[in-house]
């Protein structure tokens, strides 16, 4: 007999929490007992999962009591808050905000590179950053085959990773210009930061605040989260992370160096080829390569325009691209959880 788990959804109503509550559904994951959970404000909508309406209730400590599995994705402040309140009581928190993903006692999992961590935990696990997912999952089946020593990256990623309100900046700006009206930028690149730009039509070198040293924090995210995940301290990792007007799919074009000398398109080919999670899209004679527009409402890292360096030989440059609302977040949390059923981790 199949066990079933309750399992509890933090902040339900976003557009993360949205495709957390579709992926459950289409995993059809083991579910007994699902509760909804938001801030007040949103408390008593109505969220249909399986044909049946669930309505949405406001998060407290009190409501884990009983919930076998808690996936987080309301704002790092709410994780802080009521994580440690879950996990007390029992349930294990997979939280997809950035609140402990550097925290030595937390394992900070993409389960295809290192699904072992998740049995250090100790209540809480952490889902990586969208941007890291998809760039660690394409270059884990390199490492092991070939070696990594240095990742250079830089991403040009959708807006939809800054949440629904840079969705429709970017649409209201675009309908804006194409009819000749003015407006006022709000949100992107950051909206708590002082300044704010246009981002329809344009390119924006700034996700998250600027950090001391001159990186912003996702791009220091990307830095710390891949060396964390691969347990590599000393791997090189240099990031530069751009916002275009895309609403869903990261892209990343990335170098790396690896260890081995003499390492083919072919030999990379084929080990990406047989890599889970991975789809190899390269054949530049065709035009095949991934582009996000295709990558959306998929599960899978897609990786191509391989090439060697011209000037290393051990250099390689690849083309990664994903939906940073599935893979990059949901599909990623709800791979945990079914990792956790897999190793028989959870307890009722």
Avoid at 78 to 98: F, H, M, Q, W, Y
Avoid at 156 to 181: C, D, F, P, R, T
Avoid at 206 to 212: C, S, T, Y
Wanted: aromatic letters at 6%; proline letters at 5%; hydrophobic letters at 40%.
């Amino acid at each position: 007999m199949v066990s079933s788990y309750h399992v509890a959804v933090v902040g339900a109503t976003g557009a993360v929490g949205q495709q957390m509550i579709q992926t459950l559904e289409s995993r059809n994951f083991p579910i007994g007992k699902l509760t909804l959970l938001s801030s007040a404000r949103s408390a008593g909508k109505r969220v249909v999962y399986k044909g049946e309406e669930i309505t949405v209730q406001e998060a407290t400590p009190e409501i884990f009591e009983g919930v076998d599995i808690a996936l987080f994705s309301a704002g790092g402040s709410v994780s802080k808050e009521l994580a440690p309140e879950a996990a007390k009581r029992g349930a294990i928190c997979i939280d997809n905000t950035s609140a402990y993903r550097m925290d030595p006692d937390v394992p900070l999992v993409v389960p295809e590179v290192n699904e072992d961590d998740i049995k250090n935990h100790k209540g809480i696990i952490a889902n990586p950053n969208c941007s890291t997912i998809q760039m660690v999952a394409a270059l884990e089946p390199i490492r092991q085959k070939f070696g990594l020593t240095k990742i250079i990256v830089s991403t040009y990623q959708a807006v939809s990773g800054a949440g629904a309100a840079a969705i429709e900046e970017l649409e209201e700006q675009a309908k804006a210009i194409l009819n000749g009206e003015d407006f006022t930028p709000e949100v992107l690149p950051v909206k708590g930061d002082q300044n704010h730009y246009q981002i329809a039509f344009n390119a924006v070198p700034q996700i998250d605040k600027f950090q001391d040293n001159g990186y912003t924090f996702e791009e220091m995210k990307m830095i710390n989260e891949t060396k964390k995940i691969m347990h590599s301290d000393d791997l090189k990792v240099a990031a530069t992370c751009v916002r275009l007007p895309i609403v869903t799919g990261h892209s990343e074009s990335v170098y790396v160096e690896v260890e081995h000398e003499n390492v083919s398109v072919k030999d990379i080919h084929e080990v990406l080829s047989n890599a889970p999670g991975i789809v190899l899209e390269d054949a530049p004679q065709e035009q095949i390569y991934p582009m996000p527009a295709n990558a959306v409402g998929k599960n899978d890292v897609f990786v191509g325009r391989v090439r060697k360096d011209l000037d290393d030989d051990k250099g390689i440059h690849l083309w990664i691209v994903s939906d940073n609302l599935l893979k990059g977040a949901a599909w990623n949390s709800v791979q945990i959880a079914e990792s956790l059923v897999r190793l028989g981790l959870l307890k009722h």
